[in-house]
């Protein structure tokens, strides 16, 4: 594995989990401190939080929890290093600190959960994302409507217990070999609005040349260049500013930073002003 | 064919109530007023949407509608459901996937449609697990 995948594929982020209105009287915010996976949902961890805190907010046990940052209901379907790229700054420690919640779901706003097993709402929505991702790279969702029972349950359990062998050997029958890449699946995300945009992304640039697509043409033909100008582009945690003097290739940028439903996930953020 | 918009709109209340798109954390918001970057504006147009049911679920009429680009498919949904009268139903796009309800219809139309129309399959089972 190349040492970029590799440091992608190990990358931690500290998440301070800090229950709303704590009943313990004075003695202060009850709080959890976690290590999550860039590359993993925060439902994974779900479990776990809830039996941590299961003794301040009882309802916790069959109700299900969820997490706001700032105002904003962490949306748990999306990947944890895209929240923390979207919606984490100014950012002034690395360690995010979220608020749980134990009651008043926010429905409207997140995907909602009908029972506490978190998992397998997770499982549903993250092979969702990859047929999805596999119809845009193929043509067609068939590679991974073929893959037998085991072979699907092997890659669920694979993203859930972060075991890259089996990840990669399975994952690499349901994407094609990059010549045959029709489509690349990308989702763009402007921070400080709820726009996420997606749009059919080929390997070749539509100029007729036959170069390259880059993440810069990519980028300019969703967003006005007004707003590029005064933004950063972030692709898990790394920010590329300077995208006229080295772009690279947007078949290269996905195979190596493409998150585990095989999408790459672009977050647009406005630079901070000094 | 039927227009979404005047369909639902007399109960479905605030657009954001049915398009589960989380907003965004306040200080991130602040940061785009102060930089007075401009979202890119909605697309104009609105897209045409064939409704096809799966298996024993029921047709609906019409079974064609058109609804604007920016809506999410989570306003299509709601819309079946209160057609089908049910509480939940599944929706398809190719006969695979389930889209997720926060993505825009019209980015599925550009990347998914066939002649012209996003054909969402709908079932009130899982019908592709």
């Known amino acids: 594995m190349s040492s970029i995948q590799q440091k992608l594929w190990d990358g931690y982020i500290h998440i301070r989990v800090v229950l709303d209105s704590p009943k313990n009287g004075d003695e202060g915010p009850i709080e959890l401190v976690l290590s999550v996976r860039r590359l993993s949902y925060f439902p994974l961890y779900f479990e776990e939080i809830a039996q941590f805190f299961a003794r301040y907010c009882p309802e916790i046990i069959d109700s299900p929890l969820w997490l706001e940052y700032d105002g904003a209901p962490v949306q748990w379907h999306l990947p944890v290093g895209l929240l923390y790229d979207l919606l984490y700054f100014p950012r002034t420690v690395p360690c995010w600190t979220v608020k749980l919640h134990c009651s008043e779901y926010p429905r409207q706003f997140i995907l909602p959960f009908q029972s506490v097993d978190y998992k397998a709402h997770l499982k549903l929505v993250v092979m969702n994302s990859l047929k999805q991702s596999c119809f845009v790279l193929n043509g067609s969702s068939r590679l991974i409507m073929n893959l037998n029972r085991e072979k699907s349950d092997q890659l669920w359990g694979a993203i859930v217990q972060h075991n890259w062998v089996v990840h990669k050997d399975i994952n690499q029958e349901i994407i094609p070999i990059t010549s045959k890449i029709q489509r690349i699946p990308i989702k763009m995300y402007l921070s400080g609005t709820s726009t996420m945009i997606q749009s059919p992304v080929y390997p070749e640039s539509s100029d007729g040349g036959g170069g390259a697509n880059t993440l810069q043409d990519v980028v300019e033909a969703s967003f006005p260049q007004s707003l590029i100008d005064k933004s950063s582009i972030i692709i898990q945690g790394i920010s590329l500013d300077d995208l006229s003097t080295a772009s690279p290739s947007i078949v290269e940028l996905w195979s190596l930073f493409k998150h585990l439903d095989n999408f790459l996930h672009v977050t647009i953020r406005p630079k901070e002003q000094e | ?129």
């Open chain 2, 1 to 129: 064919m039927s227009d979404l918009e005047s369909e639902s709109a007399s109960d479905s209340g605030p657009e954001s109530e049915n398009d589960v798109r989380a907003p965004p954390p306040l200080a991130a918001s602040v940061l785009l007023e102060k930089t007075s970057i401009v979202p890119p504006p909605p697309p104009p147009e609105k897209v045409s949407i064939r409704l096809v049911s799966i298996g024993s679920t029921p047709s609906v009429s019409p079974n064609v509608i058109r609804i604007s680009g920016d809506r999410s498919m989570a306003a299509v949904g709601q819309f079946l459901r209160k057609r089908l009268r049910s509480k939940s139903v599944h929706l398809y796009i190719q006969n695979t996937f389930e889209p997720g309800p926060d993505e825009s219809v019209q980015d599925l139309f550009n990347l998914f449609k066939t002649k012209n129309e996003l054909i969402v399959s709908y079932c009130l089972q899982v019908a592709f697990g």
